[in-house]
């Protein structure tokens, strides 16, 4: 790592392979990163095309982890340049991770990239399946390092360091264990494993183009990358059905949470790909997040079930035929066992060549006794695995099954007892003649009961009768079990199930049990019984079944003898219906009690003689002399017969006896249960009666406190009333002060009105004063407007002033003549503006105008000469035919002169003759063609001329009469 943490990501193209040789072309490889376009140089387009050329592009630290958890790609786009045209067109392109790129290093030329053929994806060339060779690298950057820079403090180098060493995991070829991490602060070990298990519908994800049958020979299989190690599956060679052997890959990492932690976000998920060749058909991502909880230090982790493969191009699927592939991933710490009797394979410790390992056709060792680790531990390939040895049991034992499930009734539950004659033998016992032992088996007694206990919430407009329905195969009944009789259900109550308890006794492995649970769900049909129509399903309640192997366990005693016989696990839950609509909704609410009770392992019935006994038989038989007639009450036959009878008597007393004891056990059992919630009401009363003395006592402090607040308010009141006296006495004290104000203010109001009356009368005095003095000044006014209009008539008749008004009159005229100028003048320059439009459009439609009568000139020339190529056509036919016309003469002529010579020997002059006759006809239709076409020529000219001019187009009559007698010249031509 450098100091200032600057990379170099480097794109190594060095050739490519299976391409097409395409003259005056040339291929180009260009590709966009981090907002830069870079590209190799132009190399010729041959089918083994070199290009040794290296695409490199600066990161610091910080950007180049951004990319790496984006995911960012790098698209290489392949180009065909052609290099007469100019022109490029993409032939397919290439995608690369970032997080493929080799750790960085600081003298890449100690280490060697290691490259990879990648096919060019969405190809021009498909049939040639054209590729190139790329390498992906990091490097340092060397030319950025400054050697005065500052040294990073040591916690930061050693934190880059820690991250850096995490994100990549080497191989300890001596221990044969993975490092993720530094050595000296990661050494904790784990166990990572991967279990390809099973797959469906993988016929989905053949191409139309192509199509793969079992006859062909095509091998299929399954492929992925554990810790940079190429991992494959057995082979297979069926899509349809495609059966291969459950493999699980494991290796052993030595580390830390934190570093697995750093690891699985530059890994966030494994690729599973479905291979033919080197070609990948479907990939599927799963998560491995999951991996690290919490409860990794406790248990192991799994992450499992049935993910669906994605074809690499956008291919139909149809709907419900979605191809999967069954993987389980699974992480443990190495102090926490898998199995309790776990045998490590010594593949992966032994040689460390070999990792990582595949177990083929692992066989499942019995799971732990904790529920949650048995939930944690499940593993695919144990389901397979057993599913496919219920298929390899013998059909007697088949048959006998079905009829022993079909003896068992519905709605009871019977737990088989151990028979007294049962005797489980070791597998090494030695075996007797007179005796029939049995073997151990692995399958336990299990008895799971369903007890339906009420329903509620149901959403329904009116009033409901409902009953419940539901199936489970495994319990070994395939009829559905339904409560009966339906029950009526109104909004917003709850009602009770009547007869909704079942139990059903089967037996199996625990391995195979929890796995079931885990895998398939409890479904509970809710339906509506109509009496008029059919019934209706109102929704379904799922229910997990692997919720009870959490549930507390109980021991199972006998009543009668006090004897421990199994296990029980009881769990209660409320479960929501939800219906069955494209947005499914809660309908109602189901309250269900799961039980779940392990009666151990069961043992084989036998019936064992003693040897004793049948020495004395035989003794007697021996000494009892035969009789003459023999009795058939005294052959063997009869003898085994009753005493198959009175086994069967004897196995039926024993049947009843137990049945006796298992309704004692369940009546004891609902005893236990009674007492308990007796004892739980009990509980219940005395907690609600010490509330109640809570609340007793509460209410006599309530009380108490009431009587001093009711002391407190009289108190209160009484000095209200003394406030209120006090508050009225003031009042009139105010009342009486306020009165007496009011006289005074009105004496000093009318003594106001006086003084106020005295003042009116001296202003009106004042008025009439001054209305005297009023009038005298209007009549002096008047006297002044007289003196002034006799002045002004005066001065009006001198000249100077007639001269002023004079001038006064042009000064108007002047500006009004102003005014007009400038208006004129706007008006003449908008003038010259619409001119110089209106000249303009001129120029554009005659130029428009020249353009049509360009074409038409060129369009009629066109005519013209298509007209003249016939022309010639049919004249050059009329030659041929006067041509054929005179040799047929000619040899009419011929054969005239040859009979005229046989018979009078004459010279052959007049047949010369005729035979030039024609000749001379030939100079005047040339000459009268000549002319036509001339005519022809000067008539077009004289169109064409009109049609320049731009005044005449083709729809005038001039020009309609030209065209008519250029047609009827042309028509005598041909004639």
């Not at 020979?217 to 810790?227: A, H, P, Q, V």
């Not at 489980?424 to 008895?447: A, C, G, I, R």
């Not at 005693?557 to 296990?567: E, F, I, M």
């Not at 003594?751 to 005095?765: G, T």
Request: glycine share 2%; proline share 6%; charged share 25%.
């Amino acid at each position: 790592m450098t100091v200032n943490g600057r990379f170099l990501v480097v794109v190594s193209v060095l050739e490519g392979r299976h391409f097409p040789k395409r003259s005056q072309h040339q291929l180009l490889i260009e590709t966009k990163f981090d907002g830069e376009n870079l590209g190799t140089d132009p190399v010729q387009h041959s089918t083994s095309p070199v290009f040794n050329t290296e695409l490199a592009w600066e990161l610091n630290k910080k950007a180049l982890h951004q990319h790496r958890l984006q995911r960012t790609p790098l698209k290489l786009q392949c180009y065909a340049v052609n290099v007469a045209m100019k022109t490029r067109e993409m032939i397919g392109y290439i995608m690369l991770d970032l997080r493929m790129a080799s750790q960085p290093v600081d003298s890449p030329a100690k280490c060697p990239v290691p490259s990879k053929w990648y096919p060019l994806l969405s190809c021009k060339y498909q049939q040639m399946k054209p590729a190139i060779k790329v390498a992906i690298s990091l490097e340092v950057d060397n030319k950025h390092t400054d050697s005065s820079s500052k040294v990073v403090p040591q916690k930061v180098e050693e934190k880059s360091h820690f991250e850096s060493q995490s994100k990549l995991a080497s191989l300890n070829e001596t221990e044969g264990i993975f490092q993720i991490g530094p050595v000296e602060s990661c050494q904790e070990l784990f166990h990572l494993s991967v279990t390809v298990a099973f797959a469906t519908n993988l016929a989905q994800l053949i191409p139309t183009s192509k199509e793969f049958s079992s006859r062909d020979g095509n091998i299929f299989f399954f492929y992925y990358s554990l810790l940079g190690h190429d991992v494959t599956n057995e082979p297979f060679k069926d899509l349809l059905s495609p059966n291969f052997a459950s493999e699980r890959a494991s290796v052993k990492i030595r580390s830390s949470l934190e570093a697995l932690n750093i690891y699985f976000q530059e890994n966030p998920k494994l690729q599973v790909h479905l291979c033919h060749g080197n070609q990948s058909l479907g990939s599927s991502d799963i998560p491995l997040a999951a991996l690290l909880s919490p409860l990794i230090n406790r248990v192991p982790t799994v992450v499992e079930g049935s993910f669906q493969l994605h074809p690499p191009k956008l291919t139909s699927v149809s709907a419900g035929k979605v191809p999967t592939v069954g993987v389980s991933v699974m992480m443990r710490r190495d102090e926490i066992p898998i199995q309790p009797e776990e045998v490590l394979n010594p593949a992966t410790t032994s040689s460390p060549h070999q990792t990582p390992v595949k177990d083929e056709q692992e066989k499942v060792v019995p799971q732990p006794a904790s529920p949650e680790s048995a939930q944690m531990n499940t593993d695919i390939s144990s389901i397979m695995d057993e599913e496919s040895e219920t298929h390899k049991k013998p059909k007697k034992e088949q048959t006998r099954k079905e009829k022993k499930n079909q003896k068992k009734p519905k709605h009871t539950s019977s737990p088989a007892k151990k028979s007294p004659k049962t005797n489980v033998v070791p597998e090494l016992s030695s075996t007797s003649d007179t005796s029939k032992q049995s073997t151990v088996h692995d399958n336990h007694h299990y008895s799971f009961s369903i007890d339906l206990r009420s329903i509620k919430d149901v959403d329904t407009p009116s009033v409901a009768n409902i009953y419940l329905r539901y199936s489970y195969l495994f319990f070994g009944s395939s009829s559905p079990i339904q409560t009966h009789p339906p029950v009526e259900v109104k909004r917003q109550t709850e009602v009770l199930l009547p007869h909704s308890f079942c139990a059903f006794d089967f037996a199996t492995t625990h391995q195979k049990l929890t796995q079931t649970f885990l895998r398939v769900p409890l479904l509970i049909e809710v339906w509506h019984r109509d009496k008029t129509a059919k019934d209706v399903l109102l929704g379904i309640a799922k229910i997990n079944l692997s919720h009870i192997l959490n549930a507390e366990k109980a021991r199972v005693v006998n009543s009668s003898s006090g004897d421990y016989v199994g296990w029980r696990q009881i769990s209660s839950s409320n479960v929501i219906v939800e219906s069955i609509n494209q947005q499914p909704k809660a309908v109602a609410e189901l309250l269900v009690v799961l039980g779940l009770e392990d009666y151990g392992p069961i043992g084989t019935h036998q019936i064992v003689v003693p040897a004793s006994e049948s020495q004395d038989i035989s003794s007697t038989e021996s000494s009892i002399p035969p009789p003459k007639k023999p009795d058939p009450r005294e052959t063997q036959e009869y003898k085994a017969a009753m005493e198959l009878e009175m086994w069967k008597e004897q196995q039926a007393g024993e049947f009843e006896c137990q049945l006796k004891e298992k309704e004692l056990t369940y009546m004891q059992t609902l005893a236990e249960e009674w007492k308990k919630r007796d004892k739980d009401r009990e509980s219940i009363v005395k907690k609600k009666i010490e509330e109640y003395v809570q609340l007793e006592n509460q209410l006599r402090l309530a009380l108490a406190d009431i009587q001093k607040r009711e002391n407190q308010l009289a108190a209160n009141e009484g000095e209200v009333a003394r406030l209120k006296a006090d508050m009225q006495r003031e009042q009139q004290q105010q009342l009486m002060e306020l009165k007496e104000m009011s006289r005074r203010m009105k004496e000093d109001c009318v003594h106001q009105i006086e003084v106020e009356k005295s003042k009116v009368k001296l202003l009106e005095d004042e008025k009439h004063r001054l209305a005297d003095q009023l009038d005298e000044a209007h009549r002096k006014l008047q006297q002044k407007d007289t003196e002034f209009m006799e002045y002004k008539g005066q001065v009006t008749s001198k000249p100077e002033v007639m001269l002023q008004s004079e001038i006064n009159l042009l000064t108007l005229e002047k500006v009004e003549f102003e005014r007009k100028l400038e208006s004129l003048t706007k008006s003449k320059i908008h003038y010259k503006q619409q001119w110089g439009r209106a000249l303009k459009e001129l120029a554009r439609l005659k130029q428009k105008e020249q353009v049509e009568a360009k074409a038409r000139l060129k369009r009629q020339q066109q005519e013209l000469e298509h007209m003249r190529v016939r022309y010639l056509a049919a004249e050059e036919k009329e030659v041929v035919k006067s041509e054929r016309i005179q040799l047929e003469e000619i040899k009419e002529e011929l054969k005239k002169l040859k009979q005229h010579d046989a018979s009078h020997n004459a010279t052959p002059t007049k047949p010369v003759e005729l035979v030039h006759m024609p000749s001379q006809q030939e100079p005047q239709q040339l000459q009268q063609n000549t002319m036509l076409e001339e005519h022809i020529a000067r008539l077009t000219e004289e169109r064409d001329t009109l049609l320049r001019t731009g005044v005449y187009t083709h729809q005038d009559r001039i020009i309609s009469e030209l065209d008519k007698q250029i047609r009827q010249a042309i028509t005598q031509t041909v004639t």
